[in-house]
């Protein structure tokens, strides 16, 4: 799996040399910091996603690692993402398939795929999509009672909505979401999050954010309301070639 990283990153190197006209890189680095009823404490984790854009299409990649986890595990997720721009009338449509891996814990690990899209419309973003979640137990688990290797979840519902205080184009923003969609997790539909953001630019080819999340225990669970909270800051680069 690492050699997979380094080899992805590669390739996108090379692509943003060939095509420099009319093509872009952007990096993203986050660093989370929060508490969950599992966490046993405060957890820190960081993450990098490199994205390379050219013409209407996006290719993303990105991996997670834990810095402060009640296991031993440091590698934690990952994530592929292939995109691209339509246009419906006057409408743009971004649509994208995604892979994700979750390395769960040392029993079990979780790979996703799917197909979402989403719309702009000037101070909101909808996104919209059906992925579909496979729990897979580990060789070392086979010693446990276990009736399969494989647990499904298939056609689970995706879903953002976001209100931005300014339109995209402005030099900094503030943004409320619902969703059940973040970098390397996709919760049940019945297992919202809502998001609080501000970012703003500090120069032509960075800009700065902020973000608390709040996850619930689930709209349907009746004995508990609260499950995690944590804090996210980063920046995202964009070089000039």
Same mark, same amino acid.
């Given at each position: 799996?690492?050699?997979?990283?380094? @080899?992805?990153?590669?390739? #996108?190197?090379?692509?943003?040399?060939?095509?420099? @006209?009319?093509?872009?890189?952007?990096?993203?680095?986050? +660093?989370?910091?929060?508490?969950?009823?599992?966490?046993?404490?405060?957890?820190?984790?960081?993450? #990098?996603?490199?994205?390379?854009?050219?013409?209407?299409?996006?290719? /993303? $990649?990105?991996?997670?690692?834990?810095?402060?986890?009640?296991?031993?595990?440091?590698?934690?997720?990952?994530?592929?993402?292939?995109?691209?721009?339509?246009?419906?009338?006057?409408?743009? +449509?971004?649509?994208? $398939?995604?892979?994700?891996?979750?390395?769960?814990?040392? &029993?079990?690990?979780?790979?996703?795929?799917? &197909?979402?899209?989403?719309?702009?419309?000037?101070?909101?973003?909808?996104? #919209?999509?059906?992925?579909?979640?496979?729990?897979?137990?580990?060789? /070392?688990?086979?010693?446990?009672?276990?009736?399969?290797?494989?647990?499904?979840?298939?056609?689970?519902?995706?879903?953002?909505? $976001?209100?931005?205080?300014?339109?995209?184009?402005?030099?900094?923003?503030?943004? #409320?979401?619902?969703?059940?969609?973040?970098?390397? +997790?996709?919760?049940?539909?019945?297992?919202?999050?809502?998001?609080?953001?501000?970012?703003?630019?500090?120069?032509?080819?960075?800009?700065?954010?902020?973000?608390?999340?709040? /996850?619930?225990?689930?709209? +349907?669970?009746?004995?508990?309301?609260?499950?995690?909270?944590?804090?996210?800051?980063?920046?995202?680069?964009?070089?000039?070639?």
């Amino acid at each position: 799996m690492q050699n997979t990283y380094k @080899a992805l990153y590669l390739i #996108l190197l090379i692509m943003a040399c060939c095509y420099p @006209a009319n093509s872009q890189v952007e990096l993203d680095y986050l +660093l989370d910091l929060g508490q969950t009823n599992v966490s046993q404490g405060l957890y820190i984790s960081t993450a #990098l996603v490199s994205a390379y854009s050219f013409d209407k299409y996006t290719l /993303k $990649a990105g991996a997670q690692f834990q810095l402060i986890h009640p296991s031993s595990r440091v590698f934690s997720a990952a994530e592929f993402v292939a995109g691209r721009c339509f246009c419906v009338g006057k409408q743009t +449509l971004e649509a994208e $398939a995604f892979y994700l891996y979750r390395n769960f814990s040392s &029993l079990m690990f979780i790979s996703n795929w799917g &197909l979402a899209v989403g719309i702009w419309k000037r101070h909101w973003r909808f996104d #919209l999509g059906q992925d579909f979640k496979a729990y897979r137990v580990r060789e /070392k688990a086979l010693s446990y009672e276990t009736e399969g290797r494989v647990i499904r979840e298939n056609f689970n519902l995706i879903y953002r909505i $976001a209100y931005f205080v300014n339109s995209p184009e402005k030099p900094w923003n503030i943004s #409320l979401s619902l969703t059940n969609r973040d970098y390397f +997790l996709i919760n049940q539909e019945t297992n919202p999050m809502l998001s609080l953001r501000a970012e703003t630019y500090v120069s032509s080819t960075m800009r700065l954010y902020l973000e608390n999340w709040y /996850k619930p225990a689930g709209a +349907l669970n009746m004995s508990a309301h609260y499950f995690g909270y944590f804090a996210r800051t980063g920046f995202i680069w964009t070089p000039a070639f």
